[in-house]
């Protein structure tokens, strides 16, 4: 089985996992994105550090199938982002597309993948909203009660810039 390594949204890399007997063998080869020591994930559990091999981020390893109940990903997603987990659910009671769960210290953010073609994620929970790279995020408390993004409170600029222009005054 073949599955995509994700990293902000995008293909990054391919892993390979193979059953043999009472392990999984992950071979996994991904692009260079830093000179930080980058680790792959399956939701929140750490599947191995990656090595540099070459141009390339490498991983080969073999993991029991005890130490890893319900993978291979049905979903068929491997990051390099540790906190993102697979997320589907209602938000005061409106439906939510699939997206990703991401835990920060007080509260938790859903994140939805951001593309043009694609439908807003909730219109009664717009104002909740930001954009946040290449997510739509909804930013949770601990209860999982929407909160104003950090754009909208003031705590920091949005990622996108939005201009307009203004209709010319009659003269």
Not at 36 to 52: A, D, F, H, K, T
Not at 93 to 105: A, I, N, Q, T, V
Request: charged fraction near 25%; charge should be negative.
């Amino acid at each position: 089985m073949e599955f995509p390594v994700m990293f902000q949204g995008r293909t990054i890399g391919a892993c390979r996992v193979e059953e043999q007997g009472l392990y999984w063998h992950i071979r996994c080869r991904c692009e260079i994105l830093s000179d930080r020591v980058e680790r792959l994930y399956w939701g929140s559990v750490r599947l191995g550090v990656l090595e540099r091999e070459g141009d390339f981020l490498t991983l080969d390893r073999r993991l029991s199938k005890q130490s890893l109940p319900g993978f291979p990903p049905r979903d068929g997603v491997l990051s390099l982002e540790p906190d993102l987990e697979p997320w589907q659910g209602t938000v005061l009671d409106c439906p939510m597309p699939p997206g990703f769960l991401k835990r920060e210290p007080r509260r938790v953010k859903l994140l939805f993948p951001f593309s043009p073609e694609r439908p807003f994620p909730c219109m009664p929970l717009f104002c909740f909203f930001a954009l946040d790279g290449p997510y739509w995020s909804l930013p949770l408390d601990e209860a999982g009660t929407p909160q104003l993004s950090p754009c909208a409170a003031g705590e920091r600029e949005p990622d996108i810039a939005v201009q307009s222009e203004s209709p010319e005054r009659p003269g």
